[in-house]
């Protein structure tokens, strides 16, 4: 019977502990995109605006830190941001923001590269994006986006295949290919 007992109250535990963790995503407020007719995100602070006008890149420093806050208060990212091992790829900084986005979890991916001296792998990266919009990294083709002026790599993870996730995605990538051009 005690035994019954604690794997109850267990059981209890884990349904409460993974239920917190479910709750804890951070979402991208609630705004209607330029050209939407409805809200593209659920369960965020509203937008008084009715469409997004886009930040301009000008108060924002040319560097991984400043593309970071650039995309922040451009509403294409939103949380923590998490520092990634970025010398697989060659780059000289890399961060992550995981979030949702209308019902959907995403992962952007940010790296910064030195031009002036690219070694081997960076090399390799940026070629590859340029040409094939992939790159391979531990044995795996990663799908990427490179800034206009070259310095920067985008990873943009979306499994949601709504109306809402494509024209955010494209609108990311607008953003994040126009930064410091």
């Not at 990634?84 to 979030?99: D, N, P, T």
């Not at 920067?152 to 109306?163: F, K, Q, V």
Request: charged share 20%.
């Amino acid at each position: 019977m005690v035994k019954k007992l604690l794997a109850l109250a267990a059981a209890a535990c884990l349904a409460l502990s993974l239920a917190a963790c479910g709750s804890s995503g951070t979402s991208l407020p609630s705004l209607t995109l330029p050209g939407s007719e409805s809200s593209a995100v659920s369960g965020g602070e509203a937008s008084e605006a009715s469409a997004l006008e886009p930040v301009a890149d000008t108060d924002f420093s040319d560097d991984l830190e400043g593309l970071c806050q650039f995309m922040e208060a451009n509403y294409a990212v939103t949380g923590e941001k998490e520092e990634m091992s970025y010398q697989e790829i060659g780059a000289i900084g890399g961060f992550r923001y995981l979030f949702t986005y209308a019902g959907s979890s995403l992962q952007v991916e940010f790296y910064q590269f030195d031009l002036e001296n690219l070694d081997e792998k960076a090399q390799a990266c940026l070629d590859s994006v340029k040409a094939q919009g992939t790159f391979t990294v531990l044995d795996n083709q990663v799908p990427a986006v490179l800034s206009d002026n070259g310095r920067y790599l985008m990873i943009y993870t979306d499994a949601g295949d709504s109306e809402e996730s494509t024209a955010q995605r494209q609108r990311v990538e607008e953003l994040f290919r126009g930064f410091k051009a």
